[in-house]
């Protein structure tokens, strides 16, 4: 994997956050030797990857690419009690100890775009594709780190009881 | 004039604003090359702008009239240039329908259905073996609702590994009416009207709409409708006001009538010339007013306005909404300005808007069928004629050295296709599919015989392809205070495809495409400024194909236009954007794409690619095609790069690559709460081997400046917060986030 300037500092904010508390600085230096390895965190891989090139690679072949259904997979973090919203209708309850939600739906039903409120953190959105089966290992999982408002500073377009933007008319 | 909005942006600024924008971003569109044409571009291949007459049921993929190398094909279908109002619509005569006899086989007894295929004889249809139909040289054209073009196909790797085309599922989906642009099931009474945008409806959704229009009987009075060359439209604010001051008008002049002594306007302007303009204006609101009553009448009358949510006379937002839909379920070049090709379709009874409609599918499903691209366009890559003398005519070399015109095979390929079934007239087709129940078109082939190809055609054809960017401005398009400066364009950029044939380069079609200008962008201060795009010149190599590709949106994007609401299982909750990533229609890339890559032979002999971000590729942006700029790729109108990427797939070595993993993924914070992009793969691969050649030509700098400018430049008007660092240029440039202008 190329890491870019940009990538590794918009990741460090990412996973890191603000560095102004002391738990900021200790997720740094914690982060700093993760980078220094051979191995970067999954999320992290991951949201680096698509800025490392243009490097054409085959997805993982599914078992069965016309299975009926598909088992969807997502994993919130930290550990907390959460509700998994899909449109209007609750998808899931989450608890320390059950951070994982299995979801089966037919192959090919649409995204399922999906909200995950807890209490005290930002509400967040994020996407499961159903068009691809997870059971042999071939995504799609999502592992979803849930921000504090005072963890989401680092994040792309945080402003702090405003919108984000900046272009000023 | 430009229209310097990224491709969100100008959805809200130029095209809501009406039509004055975008007449004037696209006054002046010309042909594909050679003199400047008011009109249509001839030979677009898609149909044509609003405000020429000839919008709804342009024959797709077929070219004008002038200079027809072979017109045969075009002239049998009446008015392709013109589809006229009220008149019947059909088949010209000549064009008996029905197959030919000497094509006709026997009834086919005891076999699969999807064996089968549709032939229709003197005394009826019949059902024929269609592997027969395969050998005796004629077409089977897939007429069943689960038809998508050859892009989409699944495929399978060299060892025999399934590759899955997910986007297919949802293009059937689409094109049934079943489903939205994620798959999702649409709610009741919903339909996609998504022609314009590449995904022409299955027959079954022709089929409604004829059974449908059969019982209306909408009466509009087509002399009012066609009194007035548009309707003049504002948004909710503006009208209350202009309606006003036309009321305040009419008071005023009735006032002056009563003083002068007259009985009507006229003699009011006659008698007293001081009224003369107000009297003019006056009448035209009048005629517009009277043609507005007409138009929510038809919109009424086809049930795509609810009388119950519009307020009579209002532009209100279901009124809005209807236009739209009326204009692209019908194939007008508009956005919900009542232009007046829309006011032309208005005339027409709906089973004729239907016929054109069905013309238009079966154009498409031809195309695909035969595997051919030709659709009468190359005419435009022919320098242009001396005036008064005829264009020159696209030739190859036959066998005996002979100069053989370049033909119209897709508009022969249709015009064979409806004559094989029958269907000479909007009678002939509501017949055709009171005869067939919907579940005939599960699956349904019809076997006709095409023309036959040219020498030229062949499994591995010798093609390349050419895009000229016309008439290229660098200089700024506004001057020191703001004011915008003409930049006029009498030669736009075009897309040229080739094949090499006996020692010539013969044009198999020509089409209007965009090249890059100046356009916003949002810096790396947080600002937004003017940049120029540049399309790069020179060969390039088309070495993969992408159908349903990924668009990565650059960090520079306004996360605004990354969130979005949408209808989720009974709410409407916020949730990321993904229209312009795609994959899908409304995808910066559109439904197709072929990369644009730098070829180079290293040292020891073996290429080396390199990618500058280009693409040719199919665009939802269907008005930008009239004559706006991209950020530096060349967009096609959907439906053309769908067939034009199925043809070179089919004629040239091309294996299938399948989906490619991507992982792409950007969380970001808007409104206070956090939002989740994922990207997991590119979208559906093919590589060509060897690639095709593609170059850009430089076409014909005008003004001062001869090279583009590099740096970012303020937007008159914006006021910019200079305590901020500089915006950084592409020193930083990270590969990801400025790759892929759309």
Redesign the interface.
Known sequence: MRW????VSSAIH?AVGSTRSGRGYARLVLLLIVLAGTRAPA?LR??L??????K???????AN??SADVTLRLTVTPALKAVV?????TLAQLAPGRMEADIVRPR????L?L?IRADGY??????L????DNRDGN??K?T?R??R?ED?CG?????RGG??????? | MSCPFPARVHRVHCVRTGAAVFALACAGAVACRGKADLGHGRGQGGPPPPGSGEAAGQLAGSAGQTAQPDGAARAALAGPRSEGTAGEIGLAPGHEPGADPNDLLPQAHGLARERLALQVAPEGERWVDGEEARRRGLALVDLSDGFAPAIFQDGK?ATG????N?YR??FVGLANDR??G????LRPGERNYLELYGIPPSLSVLRQRFIEDAERECGVDAAKLLAVDGIATWGKTSEKKELARQHGLAQRLLAAQSRAGVASLAELAAKEPRYRKDVKEQLRADNERAAFAEVEKRLICEGLLDPARHQPGWYDGPMRNATMNFQQKNGIFAQADLTRSTLEAMTRPPLQNDFLALRRVLAERAAHAGGVVEDGSAVEAMPPAPRGQPRQVPTYRNRAGEAVPVPDLVGQATLSLMAGLGLSRAADALAFFRRHPASDFRALRAAVRFPPLPEYYGPAMDLLAEIDRGDVWYDLPFDGRGKRLPQPRARFPSFTLFVRWRGEKVPLVCWRTTIGGWRSE?AT????YYRYKESDVGPRVWR?IVASPVW?PP?TS???SMVKT??????Y????N?DETGPGYLSAYGLVAGIHEEMRRRADGSLAFS?DGIRTHGSFDYLSLRGRYSHGCHRLYNNLAVRLFSFVLAHRHARA????????????????????M?????GF?YELEPPLPIETLPGTIKGKEQRPLRGYVAIPG????HRRPAPVLEG?K????D?GAP
């Open positions: 870019t300037r940009r990538g990412r999320a991951a949201s990857s698509a800025a490392s090139d243009g054409l690679e085959p997805e993982t072949p599914e690419p016309y919203m899909w449109g209007g209708k090919g039903s649409g995204p775009d909200e930002l509400p967040y959105h994020t996407r594709y159903t068009d691809r995504a799609d999502v979803v849930m921000y408002d989401a994040l792309l377009g945080y402003r919108t984000p933007g900046g272009m000023m008319k | 790797s590994v399934p590759l899955p997910r599922a949802v489903s939205d994620d798959g999702e099931p949002l201060d947080g600002q937004e993969h990565l960090a306004p996360l605004g949408k209808w989720v299982a009974g709410a909750p916020h949730v990321v993904y990618d690559l399948g989906p490619m993993a991507l992982g792409f993924r950007r969380i970001f914070y808007w409104e206070g709460e956090i939002y989740d994922r990207l997991p793969n590119r691969y914006l006021h910019y917060d930083g990270s590969g990801i986030d790759r």
